[in-house]
């Protein structure tokens, strides 16, 4: 599908909106010196760079450092850089979900970088949605681009031990809730638990998209890990400013880098990280943006069988990203995966990542990222299961789940609504076993809309003051990468548009099986279409039109399957 604005030709700098060009140039000469420019800084290329500082972004508190550091290293090189402002996405500020917002910040992405003359454009981003937003829309757009991520928050300390969001807020949560831990203690660690800029200091969505970005070749090598308040920050920075004036240069564009390898590269990496669930609808999301790639959920299952953990962070491990970091970060593990990887697949740099990773300088010793033939985790930490109750798929962090509920039998007990699981989730009347397995429908991107990161049903309390840690859990939301546990997410179709989950009833058997892949309800075919016809007549008449970015989203999004973008923003074919 392409664009039907016409692209120019020649410096992008030079791009004019009016039929007289030299007019149209010195009336933009007029404004930009308005701004204090002189003709001989005018009479330069012109790096973008994308601010998305905001208030309501703590985790890119330090973006003025970096852009001051990316500015640096544009001058540097005899280019100019100017700062634009494009949304930003906080995790905890975003209603009803930042997955929600997504897609309208890739088009803002999208429609800025192509809308303002720039040669080039640094995309300045981290915390979870903000980096697959940026790149969907850079794509779109095909400007040369270049990422650069805000970097990770260091840890803070609670009673003598490193705390991180946002594993660690889940964690003691989940204690407060079983009785282990009392408020005054939970306000103790909510003051450690984020203890500065940065994005979570754990394997969560950001650190996955940062890892995920360098793997695909559009961030520098190198660049994932560095913790957001270092030196190494600000210096990938710099190096990032310098680079971007580099592509600008030879003209070398999202769609000259991004190929299938690319993105078999970035799953391997995925794969190898344990990293968050969220990642495979934002991967599929962005190859979706590239005319041509055929990326499927089977890619991410069949890479993931050949692909072991090997890298030691929570959730799915013990140790955060600043231990990653100094243990060398993703060019390590990238050497480790060396027989895994295309090596061929080219980079931001112009140059291959087998000749990056042969001139990266030499590791150390170090215990996080494990060599390959002695694994955390065999393979597959990201799992993809079907069968009668997912049709088109389900995933799972088995890594990061209870080995013996991995294959598991046991009667339903069903939430038709994130209201009706917050009524009766902890209500002492709700009849319920650590046996059971607790689904909840209408939690999708078109029910919720969104899909909120609620896949992590809580434990009920009167089971979690039991001392019962993990339960089977399905739904079709997503879950935050920061999260562990036994549970089955994205399940597609979705409830709010007729998928079988919508018609799982309490009492129903539920069978999952991780090894051979399969989540399956135990009905009758007759029984279960007979249901699913019922429902489909109960539907008829209900959708009402809604106005605003609310009634565009549920008309457009696509499956989480297909990576939740809106279906007019898919490159296709
Ligand atoms: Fe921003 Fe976790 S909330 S990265
Ligand atoms: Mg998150």
Known sequence: MSNDIEEPTGLRSGLTNYGDEEFALFLRKAFIKGAGYTDDALDRRIIGIVDTSSGYNPCHGNSASLIEAVKRGILLCGALPITFPIISLHESFAYPTSMYLRNLMSMDAEEMIRAQPMDAVVLIGGCDKTVPAELMGAISANVPAIQLVVGPMLTGSHGGVRVGACTDCRRFWARYRAGEVDIEELGRVNNELVPGAGTCGVMGTASTMACIAEALGISPLGSATPPAVSSARLRVAEQTGKLAVAIGEKLIRPLDILKKENFENAITVLQALGGSTNAIVHILAIAGRVPGINLTLDDIDRIGRKTPLLVDLKPS?????????????????????????????????????????????????????????????????????????????????????????LSHIGPAVVFSSALDLANRIDSEDLEVSPDNVLVLQNIGSVGAPGMPEAGLIPIPKKLARQGVKDMVRISDRRMSGTAAGTVVLHVAPESAIGGPLAVVRDGDLISIDVESRSLNIRIDPSELQRRLHVWEIAQNGKRKRERGYAGLYKTAVLGAELGADFDFLTAGE
């Open 317 to 405: 491990g013990e140790n955060y990203m600043e231990d990653f970091h100094n243990a060398g970060g993703l060019p390590v593990l990238l050497r480790e995966l060396r027989s895994l990887l295309h090596l061929n697949a080219l980079t931001i740099t112009g140059r291959t990542l087998g000749e990056e990773l042969d001139t990266y300088p030499p590791s150390h010793k170090q215990l996080i990222i494990r060599p390959l033939a002695d694994p955390l985790f065999p393979s597959s930490a990201l799992a993809v299961l079907r069968g009668n109750l997912a049709p088109n798929g389900a995933v799972i962090k088995q890594s990061a789940a209870t080995k013996g509920l």
